[in-house]
C-alpha cells in the first residue's frame, strides 16, 4: 500500500480463476466488486531525537466497486480513531501495480499475485521488492502462513515491508519506515456486500 500523509476473519472463498494479464502478475480470484477490507493502521513523525511525534491511528475501509479490463477500482475510506476527521481517496491499480490515485497519492492495493509476488508490488517510485522471509503472521489472535518482501535503500534509510498471505496473496501487513516518518498498516478484516 502506499502511504498515506497522515496516518496502508477471511471468511470468504479465496480460490478460483483470476483475472489474467498476459505475461505477468494478476489480480486473485476472491477480489470481486462489493469486496470490503478494513486496516488497523498508525501514521508518526520523528523526531530528530528519534522519537514518535503524535502517533494518529487510523482505521482503513476500502471497497471495490469494479473488476474489470485487469484493473481493480476502489475507494478508501480513513477514519481517524478518537477524532472525528475522515476522508475518501479514489484509487485504481493493476496486478502490477501501476496505479491512478487521487490528489494524495494514496492507493490501497491490498493483494499481490501469489505466484509473481515480487512483480505485483513496487515503492512509490517503481522500487523493486524481493522476498526476504517467510513464516507465520500474527495479528489480533490470527495466524497465517505469511510471506514478506521488502525494499530498502540505505543511503536514504527508506524501507517498505509487505507481508502477505501465501496461498492467497491477501496483503496482511504493510510498512514505510524513513527517518522522518513511520506508517504501518494491519489487515484486520474482509467480507462481501
Same mark, same amino acid.
Given at each position: 500500500?502506499?502511504?498515506?500523509?497522515? &496516518?496502508?476473519?477471511? =471468511?470468504?472463498?479465496?480460490?478460483?480463476? =483470476?483475472?489474467?494479464?498476459?505475461?505477468?502478475? !494478476?489480480?486473485?480470484?476472491?477480489?470481486?466488486?462489493?469486496?470490503?477490507?478494513?486496516? /488497523?493502521? !498508525?501514521?508518526?513523525? !520523528?523526531?530528530?531525537?528519534?522519537?514518535?511525534?503524535?502517533?494518529?491511528?487510523?482505521?482503513? *475501509?476500502?471497497?471495490? *466497486?469494479?473488476?474489470?479490463?485487469?484493473?481493480?477500482? &476502489?475507494?478508501? %475510506?480513513? $477514519?481517524?480513531?478518537?477524532?472525528?476527521?475522515? =476522508?475518501? %481517496? =479514489?484509487?485504481?491499480?493493476?496486478?502490477?501495480?501501476?496505479?491512478?490515485? /487521487?490528489?494524495?497519492?494514496? %492507493?490501497?492495493?491490498?493483494?499481490?499475485?501469489?505466484?509473481? &509476488?515480487?512483480?505485483?508490488?513496487?515503492?512509490?517510485?517503481?522500487?523493486?521488492?524481493? !522476498?526476504?522471509?517467510?513464516?507465520?503472521?500474527?495479528?489480533?489472535?490470527? *495466524?497465517?502462513?505469511?510471506?514478506?518482501?521488502?525494499?530498502?535503500?540505505? $543511503? *536514504?534509510?527508506?524501507? +517498505?515491508?509487505?507481508? +502477505?498471505?501465501?496461498?492467497?496473496?491477501?496483503?496482511?501487513?504493510?510498512?514505510?519506515?524513513?527517518?522522518?516518518?513511520?506508517? %504501518?498498516?494491519?489487515?484486520?478484516?474482509?467480507?462481501?456486500?
Amino acid at each position: 500500500m502506499k502511504g498515506m500523509a497522515v &496516518a496502508g476473519t477471511v =471468511a470468504v472463498a479465496l480460490f478460483g480463476a =483470476a483475472v489474467s494479464a498476459q505475461n505477468g502478475p !494478476v489480480i486473485p480470484a476472491w477480489v470481486k466488486p462489493g469486496l470490503v477490507l478494513t486496516y /488497523d493502521a !498508525v501514521s508518526a513523525f !520523528v523526531t530528530p531525537r528519534g522519537r514518535f511525534d503524535q502517533p494518529v491511528q487510523i482505521l482503513m *475501509t476500502t471497497r471495490v *466497486t469494479s473488476v474489470s479490463e485487469g484493473r481493480v477500482t &476502489a475507494t478508501t %475510506h480513513f $477514519q481517524n480513531v478518537g477524532a472525528p476527521l475522515s =476522508a475518501d %481517496h =479514489a484509487w485504481s491499480c493493476d496486478a502490477s501495480s501501476n496505479c491512478v490515485m /487521487d490528489e494524495t497519492q494514496f %492507493h490501497g492495493k491490498f493483494w499481490v499475485d501469489p505466484n509473481r &509476488a515480487a512483480d505485483s508490488v513496487k515503492g512509490p517510485f517503481g522500487e523493486p521488492f524481493r !522476498v526476504v522471509g517467510q513464516g507465520p503472521y500474527t495479528y489480533a489472535g490470527k *495466524t497465517w502462513d505469511s510471506t514478506m518482501l521488502a525494499y530498502q535503500n540505505p $543511503q *536514504t534509510g527508506v524501507e +517498505y515491508v509487505v507481508s +502477505y498471505e501465501t496461498r492467497t496473496g491477501l496483503i496482511l501487513a504493510s510498512s514505510e519506515t524513513s527517518p522522518r516518518q513511520q506508517v %504501518h498498516a494491519y489487515f484486520r478484516s474482509m467480507r462481501n456486500e
